[in-house]
């Protein structure tokens, strides 16, 4: 199986760190994904990182979809077989991809215009969310036991764009976030490696 990925790209991490964590072999391709490069937007016509590519040559995209289709292939290994566990892990998964998101329209926003350009109401909007998101999240701190699932594997990709992109914006009043890599890399030793990096 391919992955389309860049090392920055915090959903790229999710699944990457899932699929190692599975013990599931990906043959990883760098992408630039404002190239749009043939094989990427071939297989996904969002243009859009991860795209993963079976041995079949079937394209899966989103990083949900990835992180479901993976969860099939290991016989339930990413996500609870119960209703509710398993519901709860997908909404917290969908929460730290949505502040994700969020993130990312802010790095996009300043990346793609010069400063005079740059519109502050939409990153102070975006910033609102995170804010919120993240406030939520320190309130609500996933236990991190034995078991790993698809969330924490989203919270890891989350605090590592954080770590990433804005360092020293966010720890303030989130000590257990802030606190919770440290925690994760002793649950999963390649997290120093996968995390989101430049
Ligand atoms: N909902 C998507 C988001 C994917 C996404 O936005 N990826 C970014 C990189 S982190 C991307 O491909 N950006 C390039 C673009 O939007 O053209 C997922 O979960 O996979």
Same mark, same amino acid.
């Given at each position: 199986?391919? $992955? *389309?990925? %860049? ?16 013990? =599931? ?11 749009? #490069? ?7 016509? *969002?243009?859009? =990182?991860?795209? *993963? ?38 909404? $917290? ?25 740059? &519109?502050?109401?939409? =990153? ?9 998101? $993240? ?9 991190? @036991?034995?078991?790993?699932?698809? %969330? &924490?594997?989203? $919270? ?11 360092? @020293? ?11 919770? #890599? ?9 997290? @120093? ?6």
């Amino acid at each position: 199986m391919k $992955l *389309l990925y %860049a090392p920055a790209s915090p959903y790229s991490a999710k699944v990457r760190m899932a699929a190692n964590h599975l013990g =599931i072999k990906l043959e990883e391709i760098k992408v630039d994904t404002s190239a749009n #490069p043939k094989e990427l937007v071939d297989n996904n016509p *969002l243009g859009k =990182i991860p795209t *993963l590519i079976t041995d079949e040559g079937q394209a899966i995209y989103d990083s949900r979809a990835i992180m479901q289709y993976l969860n099939r292939i290991s016989d339930g290994g990413l996500y609870p077989n119960k209703d509710e566990k398993r519901t709860e892990v997908e909404v $917290l998964e969908a929460l730290c991809d949505g502040i994700t998101d969020c993130l990312l329209t802010i790095v996009y926003e300043k990346r793609n215009h010069p400063p005079e350009k740059v &519109h502050q109401p939409i =990153i102070d909007r975006q910033w609102e969310k995170v804010t919120r998101g $993240l406030a939520h999240l320190e309130a609500n701190m996933p236990k991190t @036991g034995k078991k790993l699932n698809g %969330a &924490h594997f989203a $919270l890891a990709g989350l605090l590592g764009y954080l770590m990433l992109r804005f360092p @020293g914006e966010w720890e303030n009043g989130n000590v257990q976030l802030a606190a919770w #890599p440290a925690v994760f890399s002793e649950k999963f030793k390649h997290y @120093g490696v996968l995390r989101p990096q430049a």
